[in-house]
Protein backbone atom coordinates (compact mmCIF):
# COMPACT_ATOMS: atom_id res chain seq x y z
CA UNK A 1 0.00 0.00 0.00
CA UNK A 2 1.11 3.30 -1.11
CA UNK A 3 2.08 6.14 1.31
CA UNK A 4 -0.69 7.94 -0.25
CA UNK A 5 -3.33 5.21 0.53
CA UNK A 6 -2.38 4.75 3.88
CA UNK A 7 -2.87 8.34 4.27
CA UNK A 8 -6.25 8.52 3.18
CA UNK A 9 -7.44 5.35 5.09
CA UNK A 10 -5.83 7.60 8.09
CA UNK A 11 -7.73 10.88 6.84
CA UNK A 12 -11.16 8.61 6.92
CA UNK A 13 -10.23 7.41 9.85
CA UNK A 14 -10.01 11.08 11.59
CA UNK A 15 -13.17 12.31 9.37
CA UNK A 16 -15.31 9.54 10.87
CA UNK A 17 -14.12 9.73 14.60
CA UNK A 18 -15.10 13.75 13.69
CA UNK A 19 -18.23 13.20 12.90
CA UNK A 20 -19.21 10.57 16.15
CA UNK A 21 -17.35 13.29 18.43
CA UNK A 22 -18.71 16.46 16.21
CA UNK A 23 -15.34 17.88 15.92
CA UNK A 24 -12.69 18.78 13.23
CA UNK A 25 -10.57 15.91 11.79
CA UNK A 26 -7.97 18.44 11.60
CA UNK A 27 -8.29 19.56 14.94
CA UNK A 28 -8.19 16.05 16.22
CA UNK A 29 -5.00 15.27 13.97
CA UNK A 30 -3.05 18.08 15.45
CA UNK A 31 -4.20 17.23 18.86
CA UNK A 32 -2.25 13.83 18.47
CA UNK A 33 1.39 15.35 18.26
CA UNK A 34 4.00 16.22 16.81
CA UNK A 35 5.03 12.87 15.83
CA UNK A 36 2.08 12.55 13.64
CA UNK A 37 2.45 14.98 11.79
CA UNK A 38 6.11 14.76 10.81
CA UNK A 39 5.19 10.68 9.56
CA UNK A 40 1.74 11.95 7.61
CA UNK A 41 2.03 15.18 6.34
CA UNK A 42 -0.45 13.75 3.62
CA UNK A 43 -3.31 13.54 6.01
CA UNK A 44 -3.19 16.73 7.37
CA UNK A 45 -3.00 18.33 3.73
CA UNK A 46 -6.22 16.35 3.41
CA UNK A 47 -7.77 17.25 6.76
CA UNK A 48 -7.36 21.09 6.18
CA UNK A 49 -7.84 21.15 2.76
CA UNK A 50 -11.41 19.43 3.48
CA UNK A 51 -12.00 21.24 6.10
CA UNK A 52 -11.27 24.34 4.73
CA UNK A 53 -13.42 23.55 1.90
CA UNK A 54 -16.53 21.23 3.07
CA UNK A 55 -18.91 23.58 2.25
CA UNK A 56 -18.34 23.57 -1.04
CA UNK A 57 -17.62 19.41 -0.94
CA UNK A 58 -20.90 18.65 0.95
CA UNK A 59 -22.75 21.20 -2.00
CA UNK A 60 -21.56 18.86 -4.24
CA UNK A 61 -22.41 15.57 -2.77
CA UNK A 62 -25.45 16.56 -2.43
CA UNK A 63 -25.87 18.04 -6.03
CA UNK A 64 -24.34 14.80 -7.30
CA UNK A 65 -25.51 11.84 -4.96
CA UNK A 66 -28.84 11.18 -6.42
CA UNK A 67 -31.22 9.66 -4.57
CA UNK A 68 -29.35 10.14 -1.17
CA UNK A 69 -29.26 12.59 2.15
CA UNK A 70 -26.84 13.20 3.17
CA UNK A 71 -27.85 12.81 6.16
CA UNK A 72 -29.19 9.01 5.25
CA UNK A 73 -25.98 8.20 3.66
CA UNK A 74 -23.59 6.27 5.54
CA UNK A 75 -20.53 8.19 7.34
CA UNK A 76 -17.93 6.07 5.73
CA UNK A 77 -19.29 7.05 2.22
CA UNK A 78 -19.71 10.39 2.90
CA UNK A 79 -16.06 10.74 4.23
CA UNK A 80 -14.67 8.47 1.07
CA UNK A 81 -16.41 11.35 -1.09
CA UNK A 82 -14.81 13.85 0.66
CA UNK A 83 -11.33 13.27 0.61
CA UNK A 84 -11.72 11.64 -3.35
CA UNK A 85 -13.70 15.33 -4.53
CA UNK A 86 -10.96 17.36 -2.27
CA UNK A 87 -8.35 15.65 -4.81
CA UNK A 88 -10.37 16.27 -7.46
CA UNK A 89 -10.77 19.32 -7.30
CA UNK A 90 -8.27 21.04 -5.49
CA UNK A 91 -4.78 18.57 -5.47
CA UNK A 92 -3.25 19.37 -8.78
CA UNK A 93 -0.78 16.51 -8.36
CA UNK A 94 -3.10 13.38 -8.00
CA UNK A 95 -4.07 11.86 -10.78
CA UNK A 96 -8.02 12.06 -11.35
CA UNK A 97 -8.32 8.19 -12.28
CA UNK A 98 -6.43 7.48 -8.90
CA UNK A 99 -8.54 9.73 -6.68
CA UNK A 100 -11.14 8.07 -7.61
CA UNK A 101 -10.19 3.96 -7.73
CA UNK A 102 -8.44 5.18 -4.10
CA UNK A 103 -11.98 6.10 -3.00
CA UNK A 104 -13.56 2.94 -4.69
CA UNK A 105 -11.25 1.07 -3.17
CA UNK A 106 -11.77 2.33 0.45
CA UNK A 107 -15.36 1.69 -0.47
CA UNK A 108 -15.12 -1.69 -0.93
CA UNK A 109 -12.85 -2.35 2.05
CA UNK A 110 -14.86 -0.60 4.63
CA UNK A 111 -18.82 -0.07 3.27
CA UNK A 112 -21.42 -2.11 2.13
CA UNK A 113 -21.28 -3.77 -1.17
CA UNK A 114 -23.37 -1.38 -3.09
CA UNK A 115 -21.19 1.80 -1.76
CA UNK A 116 -18.54 0.82 -4.73
CA UNK A 117 -19.88 1.71 -7.59
CA UNK A 118 -22.43 4.39 -6.22
CA UNK A 119 -19.34 6.25 -5.00
CA UNK A 120 -18.02 5.31 -8.27
CA UNK A 121 -21.02 6.61 -10.50
CA UNK A 122 -20.86 10.29 -8.15
CA UNK A 123 -16.85 10.63 -8.62
CA UNK A 124 -17.13 10.02 -12.24
CA UNK A 125 -20.16 12.89 -12.74
CA UNK A 126 -17.85 14.84 -10.53
CA UNK A 127 -14.84 14.69 -12.88
CA UNK A 128 -16.68 14.70 -16.13
CA UNK A 129 -18.29 18.20 -15.03
CA UNK A 130 -14.63 19.19 -13.04
CA UNK A 131 -14.02 21.74 -15.21
CA UNK A 132 -17.33 23.87 -15.17
CA UNK A 133 -17.57 23.46 -11.34
CA UNK A 134 -16.87 26.69 -10.01
CA UNK A 135 -14.17 26.16 -6.84
Known sequence: MSARSKARKRALDFLYE????????VDLFLSRGASELSQEPYVQVLLSGIDEHLVKIDELITTYAQDWDM?????????????????ILW?????????????????????????????????????????????
Not at 78 to 86: C, G, K
Open 71 to 87: DRMPAVDRNILRIAIFE
Open 91 to 135: VAEVDLKIACDEAVELAKSLSTDESSNYINGVLGRIVKLKDSIAI
Open 18 to 25: AEIKKAKA
